[in-house]
T-cell receptor, first 111, second 116 residues
Framework: GQQLNQSPQSMFIQEGEDVSMNCTSS?????WLWYKQDPGEGPVLLIA?????ELTSNGRLTAQFGITRKDSFLNISASIPSDVGIYFC???????????FGKGTKLTVNP | GAVVSQHPSWVICKSGTSVKIECRSL??????MFWYRQFPKQSLMLMAT?????????EQGVEKDKFLINHASLTLSTLTVTSAHPEDSSFYIC????????????FGPGTRLTVT
């Protein structure tokens, strides 16, 4: 099925560093969502974006809906060990209730 | 708010038997529920979209007779894996959407199915 291009695939960082990951699509999306998944668990919604250009924060997390509506990024500031996990972007095209998922970014934080 | 539960969290069954997985929205009514399958180290793959009182819409390549979905109420959807085989072993996750204009999907904790 259709998938988004999510990068990087994995990241290894030191505690305290900032992190940035992004997703791009060939299609225009009306909604961008960012999720975090821990091993053996379901994804947890972090941030939802509904308007082009929208910049939304959730604690140390900030995400933006790209102006072209074909991309989005997620930033994590001052990373901590519990930020470890897999982060997925997901997009929704207009007229559809289904989400298209990226392949995920695996984040490792070294204390 | 927006809590989704799944039961069981893990199940082991013998080849040829059927397994039912329940997905419940605990604190909201879900107009739509979705069923995903996830293989190790891979992303989520949508299997089907389920609306209360309607037949589920299956994604291409997903056998509707093998993966039976019932959405009996606004808070409950079930996935039954019929005549399970080892290749059906996977992590099955459901999600639910609260409202018609709200496209945020809230996921359950997943069910690990192992078919021996």
């Amino acid at each position: 099925g259709q998938q988004l291009n999510q990068s990087p695939q994995s990241m290894f960082i030191q505690e305290g560093e900032d992190v940035s990951m992004n997703c791009t699509s060939s299609s225009i999306f009306n909604t961008w969502l960012w999720y975090k998944q821990d091993p053996g668990e379901g994804p947890v919604l972090l941030i939802a974006l509904y308007k082009a250009g929208e910049l939304t924060s959730n604690g140390r997390l900030t995400a933006q809906f790209g102006i072209t509506r074909k991309d989005s990024f997620l930033n994590i500031s001052a990373s901590i060990p519990s930020d470890v996990g897999i982060y997925f972007c997901a997009g929704r095209e207009g007229g559809s209730e289904k989400l298209v998922f990226g392949k995920g970014t695996k984040l490792t934080v070294n204390p | 708010g927006a809590v989704v539960s799944q039961h069981p969290s893990w199940v082991i069954c013998k080849s040829g038997t059927s397994v039912k997985i329940e997905c419940r929205s605990l604190d909201f009514q879900a107009t739509t529920m979705f069923w995903y399958r996830q293989f190790p180290k891979q992303s989520l793959m949508l299997m089907a979209t389920s609306n209360e009182g309607s037949k589920a819409t299956y994604e291409q390549g997903v056998e509707k007779d093998k993966f039976l979905i019932n959405h009996a109420s606004l808070t409950l959807s079930t996935l039954t894996v019929t005549s399970a085989h080892p290749e059906d072993s996977s992590f099955y996750i459901c999600s639910a959407t609260p409202g018609l204009a709200d496209y945020e999907q809230y996921f359950g904790p997943g069910t690990r199915l192992t078919v021996t």
